[in-house]
T-cell receptor
């Protein structure tokens, strides 16, 4: 079984400040890891993913995440927050066994950006 | 290139009624998955369809059923609606060969009163 824990249901930052959203996972097999963003009244948009290879993954809108196997973490960062980054962020884990790739999502972290 | 589309956008139903939600996958995709997202929660997997067959199912009762058509579009049916079925229902499409990358539609907001 796999699971995802997102630390902090809300994260508040000032515009221009560093964004750090935390995600820890558990998986019995090597995981595929994802971050999605959801704007109000919209579906989920893939920000970035880790499958294999380089552990530092760059995504859209200046976000990046680093897969740390020893810490079972996949934290999302952005050097400088913009007002348009305010949204709900979901971390998800899936594994490649069986070929079904069904993701398990965390409960989400709401990013609030203050001017 | 059209992305994933869902209809309707919003829906209000009464307890005990039945509802059908529709999804058209992204062009070229052959696999459709459905998720339920309750308020303040992450999406929960309901089931996945490929080649018109249910490929995998999450922990949802039989009141939730689905269908995939030859053109890969899909329907989600929920019978005997409960208040707890109120949620955002998301459809995601993918390629079976690259199934881990799913593209989500905007969702259907279902309210059960």
């Amino acid at each position: 079984a796999q699971s995802v824990t997102q630390l902090g249901s809300h994260v508040s930052v000032s515009e221009g400040a560093l964004v750090l959203l935390r995600c820890n996972y558990s998986s019995s097999v090597p995981p595929y890891l994802f971050w999605y963003v959801q704007y109000p009244n919209q579906g989920l948009q893939l920000l970035l993913k880790y499958t294999t290879g380089a552990t530092l993954v760059k995504g859209i809108n200046g976000f990046e995440a680093e897969f740390k196997k020893s810490e079972t973490s996949f934290h999302l960062t952005k050097p400088s927050a913009h007002m348009s980054d305010a949204a709900e962020y979901f971390c998800a884990v899936t594994d490649a066994s069986g070929g079904s790739y069904i993701p398990t999502f965390g409960r989400g972290t709401s990013l609030i950006v203050h001017p | 290139d059209a992305g994933v589309t869902q209809s309707p956008t919003h829906l209000i139903k009464t307890r005990g009624q039945q509802v059908t939600l529709r999804c058209s996958p992204k062009s070229g995709h052959d696999t459709v998955s459905w998720y339920q997202q309750a308020l303040g929660q992450g999406p929960q997997f309901i089931f996945q369809y490929y080649e018109e067959e249910e490929r995998q199912r999450g922990n949802f009762p039989d009141r939730f059923s689905g269908h995939q058509f030859p053109n890969y579009s899909s329907e989600l049916n929920v019978n005997a609606l409960l208040l707890g079925d109120s949620a955002l229902y998301l459809c995601a499409s993918s390629l079976v060969s690259g199934n881990y990358e799913q593209y989500f539609g905007p969702g259907t907001r279902l309210t059960v009163t």
